[in-house]
């Protein structure tokens, strides 16, 4: 596994495993992130080699979508593509995390939970927590997987680029926003 002062062990290919040409540019870009894509997603894909098809196939898509928006002699639609790669990638990743079905044995489950825990409660709090993040952007859904994670406010805020206390407060305004929708939404017409 690598580490962060390692070099990754694993270079990725000019074309994904569906035959998609990836451009050089982008193949740059989706190299670059390759070690923080790698630090995001290990824990929940379980294997670098799995990260490393799952980049390739996002830097395709996004190789695919440069050439379809991008006429000859007009400027790249996309201005920072090392963080439109990464954002993609961590929405793969987001979709496949929410789509993984958790299994726990009986004796797993008495372990973690106090005999007076009901398991009913917590699985509404999930899909509740689902719904609502449902209603959010996909930064505000990122951010709030990375806090899931035990990530710092610091640490998110240099993933995206700007300070801890500007992470804090456009999470904290995206989760306000949210919540007006749902408040609108249960509002008597």
């Given at each position: ?65 440069l050439k379809a928006k991008d006429p000859p002699g007009e400027p790249a ?27 726990v044995s009986s004796s797993e489950a008495s372990q973690e939970l106090p ?22 952007d996909s930064a505000t859904q990122d951010m709030f997987a990375l806090r ?42």
């Amino acid at each position: 596994m690598a580490t962060k002062s390692s070099p990754a062990p694993y270079r990725l290919n000019s074309v994904d495993r569906h035959g998609r040409q990836i451009d050089p540019a982008v193949l740059a870009a989706a190299e670059e992130i390759f070690p923080r894509a790698l630090d995001y997603s290990l824990n929940v894909l379980g294997d670098s080699a799995v990260v490393a098809n799952m980049l390739e196939e996002v830097a395709a898509r996004t190789t695919q979508l440069l050439k379809a928006k991008d006429p000859p002699g007009e400027p790249a639609p996309i201005h920072n593509l090392a963080a439109y790669v990464f954002r993609a990638f961590a929405r793969d990743v987001n979709r496949l995390r929410s789509k993984q079905l958790v299994l726990v044995s009986s004796s797993e489950a008495s372990q973690e939970l106090p005999r007076w825990t009901d398991p009913s409660r917590q699985l509404m709090i999930k899909i509740l927590t689902d719904e609502f993040l449902a209603r959010c952007d996909s930064a505000t859904q990122d951010m709030f997987a990375l806090r899931m994670q035990g990530f710092s406010w610091d640490e998110i805020g240099r993933m995206n680029g700007i300070s801890a206390h500007a992470a804090e407060k456009r999470f904290s305004q995206a989760f306000r926003r949210a919540l007006g929708r749902l408040k609108m939404l249960k509002r008597p017409k």
